[in-house]
């Protein structure tokens, strides 16, 4: 029976035993995912290349000359290039299209020895919060496969927790990590924007995006990171800032300062038990000597509406790419310009992201530009300007990483706004352009994951997976 592996140093030290072979160990994962494929998880395995690179790896193990991943099986979700390999962000209108060239996080996993085996389901472009937006298919939550396993990166997080590989990456744009991450019981960590290169990611919302690990480890998150992180001459976003050996991480003892916002553990539509659980972590932590305290954060209830404003008016213009003339799918019915561009993207795009580029073409529009998308950047910089005035007292900040646990389908993909809300604990990271994780630290009487989230400063993840790492292994 093919073992359960929890971290890339389980992996790594039955290869160095001979117990196992990377070929083996990519044999066993394409088995996994050959068995559980009515999970929907992958879209596709790269069943030759995997096994290509896994022989490759395993030559060099024997040569002693393997690079840090080795025996990292990992998957990547379908926005993350990949030269010669199919990409779609799970949309028609990229259907059969393959990439030219690898995405800067994929060269520098496969430059220290991991094994990508394929890509990954997700919402279409990203766009979702439970995975019942992509065109092949939703992803269904190996925890009960009658819910959803959160989204955008739902495929991300429900291989890990099922098993089809050790590690994968996703994207996060509002919580698109983290939230899928709480929803399948596995570490989801969204890096500092501008900390991991976006070049080779298809893009949503610039400003927003961020590429990031799902693990069952804060240990292999830590490493993935530190590999993938750093500046790259194809991005001009991606920060120079001095990138921390965060391969090894140390137990810290010392007391830390730590921020609970208010007006989330009082959010009338938190679910009880998750309340609970948080109040009782943050009980925990006082109990262990750190300083935990009430803070207020006045503009969470306009976090969710900034961050639409924001995102879908850059999706407008990210989008508009994909016209049926340069690449992608075109209309059969187009037989002149117009109709070119009108049906390719009608028939091409699903109906949230269709509704997405039009409230994002609405809010950029000249009689609506000042109105609703001005304004959402001030409140943006209000929102940074708040969480800046509390990095500067506290290291932390604590919080739910959802408002509820996984929900069946179909619950509320008939209102937008609720589906919306899924985010409102998530979507500050985001605007605010700092580091966060999800951690799987609870469970609700369903039986279904619950996530705690912790946050931290811009460029300070070491410190903070130091201390997520401290809080997993007391659990």
């Known amino acids: ?5 929890r971290s890339l140093q389980e992996v790594q030290a039955d290869l160095s035993t001979g117990a196992i072979s990377c070929l083996e160990l990519t044999q066993g994962y394409l088995k996994n995912i050959e068995e559980k494929k009515h999970l929907n998880a992958f879209l596709e395995t790269f069943d030759t290349t995997a096994i290509e690179q896994a022989k490759k790896v395993d030559a060099k193990i024997a040569a002693n000359e393997a690079g840090r991943l080795a025996g990292m099986v990992i998957g990547i979700k379908d926005n993350i290039c990949y030269k010669d390999h199919h990409v779609s962000a799970s949309s ?13 996080v994929v060269e520098r996993l496969l430059a220290e020895d991991a094994i990508i085996i394929g890509r990954l389901n997700c919402d279409e472009f990203a766009m979702g919060s439970s995975n019942e937006k992509s065109a092949y298919g939703a992803v269904l939550n190996p925890h009960n496969e009658k819910c959803v396993p959160g989204g955008s990166s ?13 590690a994968t990456l996703g994207s996060d744009t509002g919580g698109s990590i983290r939230q899928p991450a ?6 989801g960590l969204k890096p500092t924007y501008g900390r991991i290169s976006r070049w080779g990611l298809i893009a949503y919302g610039s400003s927003l995006d961020q590429i990031g690990p799902m693990t069952h480890s804060v240990q292999d998150a ?21 990138v921390p050996a965060m391969g090894e991480l140390s137990v810290s003892t010392a007391p830390k300062r730590i921020a609970y916002i208010k007006e989330a553990i009082e959010n009338e539509h938190i679910d009880a038990e998750i309340k609970e659980l948080t109040l009782s972590y943050i009980q925990k932590l006082k109990d262990e000597g750190h300083t935990v305290e009430e803070v207020s954060l006045p503009l969470l209830d306009k976090l969710v509406p900034t961050y639409y404003v924001i995102s879908n008016a850059e999706a407008s213009s990210n989008l508009s790419r994909y016209d049926g003339v340069h690449y992608g799918y075109r209309s059969e019915n187009a037989h ?10 009608s028939e091409g795009f699903g109906q949230e992201v269709k509704r997405r580029i039009m409230l994002g073409t609405f809010v950029l529009s000249a009689g609506y530009y000042d109105a609703y998308y001005t304004k ?16 500067s007292e506290y290291d932390f900040m604590l919080t739910p990483t959802t408002p509820n646990p996984a929900f069946e389908f179909g619950a509320k993909s008939g209102d937008p706004v609720a589906m919306y809300l899924e985010d409102i604990f998530t979507v500050h990271a985001n605007l605010a352009g700092v580091p966060s994780i999800s951690l799987p630290l609870g469970k609700h009487s369903s039986n279904l994951p619950l996530g705690i989230q912790l946050t931290a400063n811009k460029f300070e993840e070491k410190a903070l997976l130091e201390f997520a790492n401290n809080l997993m292994e007391k659990a």
């Open 1 to 5: 029976m093919f073992k359960s592996y």
């Open 336 to 345: 002149d310009v117009t109709s070119t561009y009108v049906d390719s993207r």
């Open 92 to 104: 028609k209108i990229l259907k059969g299209f393959k990439s030219l060239y690898n995405a800067t």
């Open 376 to 391: 959402a950047q001030k409140v943006r910089r209000l929102i940074q300007d708040q969480t800046k005035a509390i990095f």
């Open 222 to 242: 830590a490493l993935l990171l530190e590999i993938m992180a750093g500046a790259d001459g194809y991005d001009s976003t991606a920060s120079k800032t001095e």
């Open 182 to 187: 709480a929803f399948c019981g596995v570490v």
């Open 154 to 166: 739902g495929g991300s997080a429900a291989a890990v927790a099922a098993d089809l590989c050790l």
